[in-house]
């Protein structure tokens, strides 16, 4: 069997939700969209169900995953209904929902429901994407409210820059987020939240938080954060040497021969490529653990194979343990060295079985 696999720790997954719960002061929705983050979203749900206040997805076929899968809890849909013809299914299977555009409250206003909704009304605060602009948005609530049958509404908004700490344009968006509160009945519950706004931007906690990358145990904040620090990483992406090469110098390893060896070295060939997930771009230099010990990445990483340093590890041979990230490597390191993110990394992974633990 080919030796690449995920392990995910679901004690660590639980671990992180409690703390991102306590941070927050309120209720958490653990958000479980894309597959959870490529941790799977089933088995994830099902290790929170009972215990988180309600989950996040993108989208009513992931939704549906999981009331399929047994998961009683709230399960929001982050991006609202595509078309009209989700409204019964959202009513069927006992879904809340976000409105975000207009045309969605005019899609309410149309429909003849079977039962009370919950709805989470999305203002665009300055990310310019989804959610209704303020001078909107007052309207759109009144419109919901009066309908009569939309029994609990919830105001949320969606920061674009909370992973860089001191930014301006964080505090202007809670400012207008505010602003647009105070327009509203009082005692309105309120979310504001993702992971970098939770631990990083206290005045953006509110009744609801809505922790994603960091139940994985990762982040991309740009400065240190007591917060942060407490995560666990909850995936350890596996592999093994399969083949080991001594090389000489000037020799090209690799597609495209780019690079060369500066000296006599020894190449560990690793059962893992871009078709797995990993990043295709990742450069000579990107660590790698051998071993449990640190090496780097040389050569191009192909299809189902990549190359990596054994000068300096001589114990390491056919067999030997890899970790492309995990807890000893955090993907956040992997991903500044490839350009990308822990959040592209870990919920592009492809061909990679599962296992879970502990
Ligand atoms: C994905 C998403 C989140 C979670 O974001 P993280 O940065 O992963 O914590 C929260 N809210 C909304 C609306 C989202 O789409």
Redesign the pocket.
């Known amino acids: 069997m080919r030796p690449v696999q995920a392990l995910i720790d679901l004690d660590a997954l639980v671990h992180n939700y409690r703390h991102a719960r306590r941070l927050g002061g309120g209720r958490a929705l653990a958000?479980v969209?894309a597959d959870a983050y490529g941790h799977g979203a089933v088995r994830c749900a099902r290790a929170l169900d009972g215990e988180a206040d309600g989950f996040?997805v993108a989208c009513i076929e992931e939704a549906l995953e999981l009331r399929e899968a047994g998961v009683r809890s709230p399960i929001l849909l982050?991006e609202g209904f595509f078309e009209t013809a989700e409204l019964a299914l959202i009513e069927r299977h006992d879904l809340w929902t976000v409105v975000a555009s207009p045309w969605q409250v005019e899609a309410l206003e149309r429909h003849r429901p079977a039962r009370p909704w919950t709805v989470w009304l999305k203002l665009d605060t300055g990310m310019h994407r989804l959610g209704l602009p303020p001078e909107a948005y007052a309207d759109a609530w009144r419109r919901l409210q009066a309908l009569g049958w939309v029994q609990d509404m919830v105001a949320m908004t969606?920061f674009a820059r909370a992973d860089e700490l001191g930014e301006a344009r964080t505090e202007q968006q809670l400012d207008a987020f505010d602003a647009a509160l105070a327009g509203l009945p009082a005692g309105t519950a309120a979310s504001v939240a993702?992971?970098?706004g939770l631990m990083a931007w206290p005045r953006a906690r509110r009744e609801w938080v809505?922790?994603?990358?960091?139940l994985y145990g990762t982040h991309m904040l740009d400065a240190p954060c007591e917060a942060a620090a407490a995560l666990r990483p909850v995936m350890q992406l596996q592999s093994q040497v399969i083949a080991v090469r001594e090389l000489g110098p000037g020799e090209p390893i690799g597609y495209g021969g780019g690079f060369i060896t500066d000296g006599p070295t020894r190449v560990g060939v690793v059962a893992m490529g871009y078709a797995d997930g990993y990043a295709q771009y990742a450069p000579a230099g990107t660590p790698v653990l051998v071993g449990g010990a640190r090496t780097r990445l040389i050569g191009r990483v192909s299809m189902d194979m990549l190359t990596v340093d054994l000068s300096g590890h001589p114990d390491a041979g056919v067999g030997t343990p890899v970790e492309l990230w995990g807890p000893g490597l955090p993907v956040a390191e992997v991903a500044a060295h490839c350009d990308s993110s822990p959040?592209r990394l870990l919920s592009g992974l492809k061909r990679v079985r599962r296992e879970y633990g502990p």
């Open positions: 958000v969209k996040g982050l969606h993702n992971s970098a809505r922790p994603g990358l960091m959040y």
